[in-house]
Nanobody, 128 residues
């Protein structure tokens, strides 16, 4: 019933760009804070960015500030992650997450159980 789907991953050279998309069926992303998480090979899943339900507030972890931009398209029930100046350490799976709680300055949470629904992930590989 509830499905969250990411797309837009691929292979890109260092310094390049990708645009990831997150769409949903069975719920409206417009009612929930929506986030992107990154999981590098062999590492834990970590928060990257979050956008509020209204799309007016955004949160970024320090490692992506100035490089990534999260945005919301209400009409198309979609959330995007524009990734610029990509680095090899950005490599890994990127997951869209529908949050139960609003985004706040304390985001990302340590407890990933707060996520209402995960997408299946899309693979980003940054390599020369």
């Amino acid at each position: 019933q509830l499905q969250v789907v990411e797309s837009g991953g691929g292979l890109v050279q260092p310094g390049g760009s990708l645009r990831l998309s997150c769409t949903a069926s069975g719920l409206s992303l417009n009612y929930y804070a929506t986030a992107w998480f990154h999981q590098a090979p062999g590492k834990e899943r970590e928060g990257v960015s979050c956008i509020s339900a209204a799309g007016k507030a955004t949160v970024y972890v320090d490692s992506v500030k100035g490089r990534f931009t999260i945005s919301r398209d209400v009409a198309n029930n979609a959330v995007y992650l524009q990734m610029d100046s990509l680095k090899p350490e950005d490599t890994g799976l990127y997951y869209c997450a529908v949050e139960e709680a609003p985004c706040a300055g304390t985001w990302p949470p340590r407890d990933l159980g707060s996520v209402r629904q995960w997408g299946q992930g899309t693979l980003v590989t940054v390599s020369s």
